[in-house]
Nanobody, 120 residues
Framework: QVQLVESGGGLVQPGGSLRLSCSASGSIFTIYAMGWYRQAPGKQRELVARITSGGSTNYVDSVKGRFTISRDNAKNTVYLQMNSLKPEDTAVYYC??????????????WGQGTQVTVSS
């Protein structure tokens, strides 16, 4: 079983920055892709950013140039650096990690979610 723990959300003024972290623990052999999703009230969950095991990244258009996803494979941790935040970035942010467990089975796990609120 794989557990994810997120941190770093909070309240920030427009134009401010936040850094989200998500650490995985448990019976992990290797991690493939790591990503961040968000869900605003009344909206569907959307992919914000994703990073592969090889370091390739992709972003939703609305955050390109403002958000940066990165990973520390030694720590099984993924980060999301969010700069120039806008009120429309307000949402609950979830990390998602896919990988291979020690039992030889693929897994996909979600974090518990962390609230990001951008408001003056």
């Amino acid at each position: 079983q794989v557990q994810l723990v997120e941190s770093g959300g909070g309240l920030v003024q427009p134009g401010g920055s936040l850094r989200l972290s998500c650490s995985a623990s448990g019976s992990i052999f290797t991690i493939y892709a790591m990503g961040w999703y968000r869900q605003a009230p009344g909206k569907q969950r959307e992919l914000v950013a994703r990073i592969t095991s090889g370091g390739s990244t992709n972003y939703v258009d609305s955050v390109k140039g403002r958000f940066t996803i990165s990973r520390d494979n030694a720590k099984n941790t993924v980060y999301l650096q969010m700069n120039s935040l806008k009120p429309e970035d307000t949402a609950v942010y979830y990390c998602n990690i896919n990988g291979l467990g020690m039992n030889g089975a693929n897994f996909g796990s979600w974090g518990q979610g962390t609230q990001v609120t951008v408001s003056s």
